[in-house]
């Protein structure tokens, strides 16, 4: 988990404790906005994931302000991805940021992780989440590069 973190600090310009927060506000994201079984999956497989989402409490599901209030009305994935939105705007990150800490952990995750299932579960978020694949389009066309 260091390891994403400090890629994730490195990339988007963040102090890790930021960068810890903020792989804890995507992974609780993922876990709610993909399929049970594949965001399990890939949580299992990452030591210490679950703790950063744990971590992360209920920021998924409503955060400050008014995408945070519409993310919790809606609910389901839609709700979960504004709501993930706002924590991270809270978090200083602006939209550039915010693709480019997703595209990272991804990323990252492909690295550590079974790459099938990690584009699996980005494809299943994207595929869940209109726009999200927008962020995520280099890595779903196979450029690991993030």
């Given at each position: 988990?260091?390891?994403?973190?400090?890629?994730?600090?490195?990339?988007?310009?963040?102090?890790?404790?930021?960068?810890?927060?903020?792989?804890?506000?995507?992974?609780?994201?993922?876990?709610?906005?993909?399929?049970?079984?594949?965001?399990?999956?890939?949580?299992?497989?990452?030591?210490?994931?679950?703790?950063?989402?744990?971590?992360?409490?209920?920021?998924?599901?409503?955060?400050g302000g008014?995408?945070?209030?519409?993310?919790?009305?809606?609910?389901?994935?839609?709700?979960?991805?504004?709501?993930?939105?706002?924590?991270?705007?809270?978090?200083?990150?602006?939209?550039?940021?915010i693709g480019?800490?997703?595209?990272?952990?991804?990323?990252?995750?492909?690295?550590?992780?079974?790459s099938d299932?990690?584009?699996?579960?980005?494809?299943?978020?994207?595929?869940?989440?209109?726009?999200?694949?927008?962020?995520?389009?280099?890595?779903?066309?196979?450029?690991?590069?993030?």
């Open positions: 988990m260091e390891e994403i973190i400090r890629a994730v600090a490195e990339k988007v310009g963040l102090d890790e404790e930021t960068a810890q927060s903020v792989v804890g506000t995507l992974l609780s994201f993922v876990r709610d906005a993909a399929d049970e079984e594949g965001a399990n999956a890939l949580l299992d497989q990452l030591p210490g994931a679950q703790e950063l989402v744990d971590g992360a409490g209920g920021e998924s599901e409503g955060g008014l995408m945070g209030m519409l993310g919790g009305m809606l609910g389901g994935s839609l709700g979960s991805a504004m709501s993930a939105f706002s924590q991270l705007q809270e978090k200083g990150l602006d939209m550039d940021q480019e800490a997703g595209k990272t952990l991804f990323g990252q995750l492909s690295e550590q992780l079974d299932l990690v584009r699996r579960v980005v494809a299943n978020v994207a595929g869940n989440i209109p726009g999200v694949g927008g962020y995520l389009s280099d890595f779903l066309d196979g450029d690991d590069d993030a």
